[in-house]
């Protein structure tokens, strides 16, 4: 594995608009948001509910602004490295992970709205939290087509 130096990008994983921030508190800043979301993102590993792909697709964009050395090295972290570069140049969820996401959705929904919550407005409004969440992830989040073993992997 080979990290980028900062003169370096990979082409389609960074958008025109992010560049390294020029000053340094700006930098300290995105690089403080960065090491955060990586840190949630890590919890979220072992924690139930707790997403790990999304925190990550965060701490890589933060980076992105300070760091490009720890921006790649979120693209290439097992398991979830190649989700958040296939995220952030549109390829989207892939089927399977769309079905795993939504299923534990909707568990910790139902945990939740129907074990743990007794006031009747806060179930409302966490069903109502999780059918927004199910919606955006089936219909605005495209489902990526899994790569063919004969194609590259875009971050290499």
Not at 9 to 28: F, I, P
Not at 47 to 55: C, Q
């Given at each position: 594995m080979r990290l980028m130096d900062t003169t370096e990008?990979?082409?389609?994983?960074?958008?025109?608009?992010?560049?390294?921030?020029?000053?340094?508190?700006?930098?300290?800043m995105w690089f403080g948001f960065g090491w955060?979301?990586?840190?949630?993102?890590?919890?979220?590993?072992?924690?139930?509910?707790?997403?790990?792909?999304?925190?990550?697709i965060i701490a890589a964009a933060c980076f992105a602004h300070c760091s490009p050395r720890f921006e790649q090295w979120v693209l290439h972290l097992p398991g979830v490295g190649r989700s958040v570069a296939d995220y952030r140049s549109g390829r989207g969820m892939p089927k399977r992970a769309k079905v795993a996401a939504i299923t534990m959705m909707v568990l910790a929904?139902?945990?939740?709205?129907?074990?743990?919550?007794?006031?009747?407005?806060?179930?409302?409004?966490?069903?109502?939290?999780?059918?927004?969440?199910?919606?955006?992830?089936v219909w605005q989040v495209p489902t990526a087509v899994e790569l063919a073993s004969t194609e590259q992997d875009p971050r290499t």
């Open positions: 990008r990979y082409e389609g994983q960074t958008s025109s608009d992010e560049r390294v921030a020029d000053s340094w508190l700006a930098r300290s955060l979301a990586a840190a949630f993102g890590a919890i979220g590993v072992v924690v139930p509910g707790l997403p790990t792909t999304v925190f990550m929904i139902m945990l939740s709205a129907g074990l743990l919550v007794e006031n009747s407005a806060v179930r409302a409004s966490i069903v109502v939290a999780g059918l927004i969440g199910a919606w955006y992830i």
